[in-house]
């Protein structure tokens, strides 16, 4: 399900102050285009228990075990009061905290899902964090968007008007596009603001790469005949689609509230099913990666230990290694 329109662009939540008052608050994937092994199926929506899990939506406030505890929607590490963030909560974005990256060479943009506008800061710090455990050294900055209504497809459509804010900022002055690396990591809706900001920039500018985690998002979105493809195919040089089918919030909570399978659950599907037609191919510049083996919960993706961001720093090296040949 696409969703609605978004409201006036100049419609505004309210919105939280930072701390300091300065502003608002390893395994590379499968070959590009190569679908994982067998994720070619339509998630049928068949027992009650698929029901009762997606009563709790993508929000994902019900965490799993695990070895170090850290895991769950609601447990993030506490970032720095002057952390950098992109506000997208404005018809005229802006950023606060930025000045030390204007020059940096790479940089790694963040953007939350539903109701993570709060945590906006948070879960970029602890992004950086994973990161850095993983021994690679990138500036990350906080993209926070009108996220935090409890009504979902109100969320969902307001992802198309994130998208293209975070597009107009990225198309700004304030970063050159061509001299520096800029990686998107999008998770949930986030990963739809990367979509809809990808289909926003189109031929006009370029990002490095985009990471899309437990996205929410129809799995033949970014199909020949979807809403993603153009965008996917044009506005960024890589785009992997780290999905997991112990996603419960992606896999049974967007199969409910969309009908429709989740991008983020068991990857693209562009043969059809039941009802749909065959709609085409992936692009040539889109690869599906299969972390179900790492990741088993919805908000753990980019978190130390529990996550799969080994995964995306190896993908990020290999995209470096062939641009550099």
Known sequence: MTGTHPTDDGAQEERRTSGDGGGTETETGAKRGERSPGVSRRRVLQTTAATAVGGAGLAGATGTASA?????????????????????????????????????????????????????????????????????????????????????????????????????????????????????????????????????????ATVDSVALVGTAADDDSVCTDGEFAYGVSTGADAVYNYHSENDDSVCYGYDVQSLSSGLGCAGSDCEGGWTTDDSGSVPDNYTDVDVTDDVDDHCDYLKPEVGCVPRLVADFESESESDAE
């Open 68 to 204: 170090s505890g850290f895991t769950g929607c609601d447990d993030w590490l506490e970032a720095p009061a002057e952390f950098p963030e992109i506000d997208l909560t404005s018809s005229n974005p802006s950023a606060m905290n930025f000045d030390d990256l204007e020059d940096a060479d790479e940089l790694v943009v963040h953007v939350h899902g539903w109701l993570g506008l709060e945590t906006s800061t948070e879960q970029a710090y602890t992004l950086e964090t994973s990161l850095e455990e993983s021994d690679y050294d990138a500036s990350v900055v906080a993209a926070s968007w009108s996220a935090d209504t409890l009504n979902y497809w109100g969320a969902e459509s307001e992802t198309e008007t994130a998208g293209r804010r975070l597009a107009s900022w990225l198309r700004a002055d304030r970063i050159d596009l061509e001299e520096t690396t800029v990686r998107l990591v999008g998770h949930s809706l986030g990963g739809r603001c990367c979509l809809e900001a990808l289909a926003s920039l189109g031929d006009e």
